[in-house]
């Protein structure tokens, strides 16, 4: 029969890209999740304000027109529109087309089930697919996985945000009209009523009334549970052969029960003989369960509305069972964790001993993986409501019973990643090297067969050993039979093997050979060599398989990130763990076959980016754990510096010996050395851990130090510059020039440490300073810039942000974004001309009622001694955006008061026809002055705001206008 998965079997073929394309679109989902643009929550009142107008929710399609006849009704609403719609529209076509795929999953679902029902595929029905390994567990992978892309969708974009997306993709698309299955898409994902938060209630009939929005055949959810109750569709129950595993050899099957029951509700409800087979089978012994990457449900809860449902649960919930347990598995993780640790003591894992103790080796696995999975499930705060009393109680009794730490659980994840890791790589290397030593064993053993032919031939002399022609023809015969063991038929070579062995005992015994010690020799070393081959035959491929099903931990994917405080304790105290952690970080790598088996299966172009997004992810996470590295060399470092500056004096070039010991100061200079040697060996531990490629991804160590430190660099200096210019405008005298002095200071002791730590790390410090600061400067520019733009740039678009060294947004504390509109606003309020005028020749302002110096050129050198050329060219740049401000607010007010303003335009002509010609003296000057002034008074007040504005008004001539006389000039201005 022809191969299911064939490329020529268009029926396998066609099920198979549709739960390709499944787990892809979840991958997108995820990906989208995290960055869903803020202003679609309305969480700050400030948004709901200014976009609520253009905003909508599904209410919108009940009266489209009312709506935009609102919006068109208001000119200023009509242009934020647009501006939104520019800065928008990218990320809401992607999270539409991602909605789209999956009402597209779920129509190409039903299409395939309808062309078997009519027979498109030849001799190939429901029916049949079903009765094929393969085919089974596509279909019910089909169905379980649009189940879990429904519940992600809830999940992580809520409802509410999820209908204003997609009515602000209607609006603002052009090609809606085309789009046919725009009111299905909106039909299917239209809000629910569920919210993650914490506390939320869930919404009656949720998630069933969901799931059967868009109908399926029956039949086929029908025959799909039917299968997924009774089947093991994954034969996993052959890697667990303990009966005590079964619930764990089962979890990815009863994962896929859980999401389908929603299809076919009316099995929760009332089917309780249905629901009781099930949960014997399925959840006798546990109660969380991971549904897909680490998402957990709690059937607790989960079920709690459902009567069979509950009802079946009940024996699995009950105290004593909970109890039962929970003790059983406190005693196994510590009979095991033992274990374990004696495995990993050193030399005790030879190769001679994994041989002979694969079954035990593979037992102690079992057991360790599957403790781990049932105590991280069961003790994890996600799994469980705070507000339920029920599971409250529940998790206390587990808590208490199976006296739970999480260090130690944490300790037993680490020792037995380590283990599996050391397992595995000489499983591997014995794999490879299997046919090599099979045989050189092999060949060493006939060719003492042979010596001992010719040892018995009495040509070769060995001490008192007679003639004998029987004997040396026997050997010479054992000889042809060990070359004639064929590697290929390993079978049949076992067990030809054996009969060798046996043979060369009964030899030994029966001609009395014990006598003769080295023809004992002989014999033993050939025995040894023929138990070598029996070893090397039985390495089979299957270990490596049954190790990678039992060392699966993609039910942690979300839940390990519960231990990264203990992670980053233990590296803290001990920096060489970094190395443990290594096979940790490569255990839960495994978890990317789940969602890319089937898209390498079909060859799918989705390979390389869900690759990329699930390896970037865990890359993300081993940088989140090993950032205390970072993180303590600069607590270190911070040490040092204060050590350096406060504490020790600079040694003279020139120096008399009596005041040596005063210099010496042994004190804090062992103290800089202890602290110094601390951040070495932090820099060593991470070292240590070899470049290893975490999925797709090579994760070289040398560059996560540099990144982290890059990293916590960032942080700091821009905590530094947010918190070192905040400034209090009532402040008198203005608190700019103090405060830029403070920062300088901390900006020079975080350059100083940069370059005191770039020989202990290896690191070029000058190069990442320059590099850092100047990246935080110019994205703290571009964002205050985006003030001034239509279009603006976001996170995602920046050339300066990064998602592996992020800069830090700080809340705004006046009308300014960041710290550089805080700087350049400062500098305007207090250089206002208002207040104050400079004086061209000393390059400084002074204030002008008291006539005291305000500030001076020293200003600009402050602030590049401060934030550097980056600095000055930013201010450079938001002043050049806030000139062109100014003058389109002029040009819109000229426009508004003087050019559309019929009264004005005459009355200047007049005035200008009363003046004409210019040179000449004006005849009853007073009259036409006082007259144009009175009717055209409105428009002083404006343009005098404008032109103070501008920079010419800023620099006043000393010789013309002299200092003392400025006040009454200013007022003669206004005149």
Known sequence: MLDFLAENNLCGQAILRIVSCGNAIIAELLRLSEFIPAVFRFKDRADLQKYGDIIFDFSYFKGPELWESKLEAKPELQDLDEEFRENHIEIVTRFYLAFQSVHKYIVDLNRYLDDLNEGVYIQQTLETVLLNEDGKQLLCEALYLYGVMLLVIDQKIEGEVRERMLVSYYRYSAARSADSNMDDICKLLRSTGYSSQPGAKRPPNYPESYFRRVPINEAFISMVIGRLRSDDIYNQVSAYPLPEHRSTALATQAAMLYVTLYFEPAILHTHQAKMREIVDKYFPDNWVISIYMGITVNLADAWDPYKAAKTALNNTLDLSNVREQSSRYATVSERVHTQVQQFLKEGYLREEMVLDNIPRLLNC???????????????????????????????????????????????????????????????????????????????????????????????????????????????????????????????????????????????????QLESNLQVCQFLADTRKFLHQMIRTINIKEEVLITMQIVGDLSFAWQLIDSFTS??????????????????????????????????????????????????????????????????????????????????????????????????????????????????????????????????????????LLEDGIRKELVKRVAFALHKGLIFNPRAKPSELMPKLKELGATMDGF??????????????????????????????????????????????????????????????????????????????????P??????????????????????????????????????????????????????????????????????????????????????????????????????????????????????????????????????????HTLV
Not at 675 to 681: D, G
Not at 768 to 788: D, G, T
């Open 365 to 511: 696995l079992r057991d360790c993986n599957v403790a781990i999975r049932w105590l991280m499930l069961h003790t994890a705060d996600s799994a469980y409501d705070p507000n339920n009393k029920r599971l409250r109680q529940i998790k206390d009794q587990i808590l208490t019973d199976s006296r739970y730490n999480p260090k130690i659980l944490f300790q037993l994840l680490l020792d037995t990643a380590q283990f599996e890791f050391i397992l595995k790589e000489m499983f591997k290397q014995m794999l490879s090297e299997k046919q090599a030593k099979w045989e050189h064993y092999k060949k060493e053993g006939s060719e003492r067969m042979t010596e001992l032919a010719d040892v018995f031939s009495g040509v070769k002399p060995l001490t008192r050993v007679e003639k004998n022609e029987n004997l040396q023809a026997w050997f010479r015969e054992i000889s042809k039979q060990i070359l004639s063991l064929n590697y290929d038929d390993s079978t049949a070579a076992g067990r030809k093997t054996v009969q060798l062995i046996q043979a060369l005992e009964e030899v030994q015994e029966f001609h």
């Open 834 to 971: 208002k207040m104050t005028c400079h004086i061209d020749q000393l390059n400084t302002w002074y204030d002008m009622k008291t006539h005291q110096e305000v500030t001076s050129s020293r200003l600009f050198s402050e602030i590049q001694t401060t934030l550097g050329t980056f600095g000055l060219n930013g201010l450079d740049r938001l002043l050049c955006f806030m000139i062109v401000k100014e003058l389109q607010n002029f040009l819109s007010m000229f426009q508004k008061i003087i050019l559309r303003d019929r009264t004005v335009q005459d009355t200047l002509k007049t005035l200008m026809n009363a003046v004409s010609p210019l040179k000449s003296i004006v005849a009853n000057s007073n009259k036409i002055y006082l007259s144009a002034i009175a009717k055209t008074q409105k428009i002083w007040t404006a343009y005098l705001e404008a032109i103070m504005k501008g920079s010419p008004s800023r620099y006043r001539s000393p010789l013309s206008r002299p200092f003392t006389s400025l006040p009454q000039r200013r007022q």
């Open 566 to 703: 203990i992670m980053q304790e233990s590296i803290r105290v001990s920096p060489s763990m970094v190395t443990k952690l290594r096979a940790t970080f490569l255990k839960l790598a495994s978890a990317l076959d789940l969602p890319l088996l089937r898209i390498n299966q079909a060859n799918s172009p989705d390979l390389l980016s869900v690759s990329q997004y699930y390896s970037g992810e865990l890359v993300s996470y081993v940088r989140k754990v090993l950032q205390i590295i970072p993180e303590s060399m600069f607590t270190s470092l911070l040490k040092i510096i204060k050590l350096q500056t406060h504490d020790i004096i600079e040694v003279p070039t020139r120096l008399d010996k009596d005041k040596l010991r005063d210099y010496a100061q042994l004190g804090p200079r062992y103290e800089v050395a202890k602290l110094t040697h601390a951040i070495s060996i932090f820099t060593e531990g991470i070292l240590m851990m070899k470049t290893t490629l975490v999925g797709i991804i090579k994760v070289d160590p040398k560059q």
């Open 751 to 832: 350059h100083r440490s940069f370059e005191y730590i770039q020989d202990y790390v290896n690191i070029y410090g000058l190069k990442i300073w320059q590099e850092e600061v100047s990246r935080i400067i110019n994205y703290n520019v571009e964002q205050e810039c985006n003030n001034f733009l239509r279009t603006k740039i976001q996170d995602w678009q920046s050339m300066y942000q990064s998602t592996h060294i992020p800069i830090p947004k700080f809340t705004p504390v006046d009308e300014s974004v960041t710290f550089i509109g805080r700087l350049c606003r400062e500098i305007l309020r207090i250089t206002d």
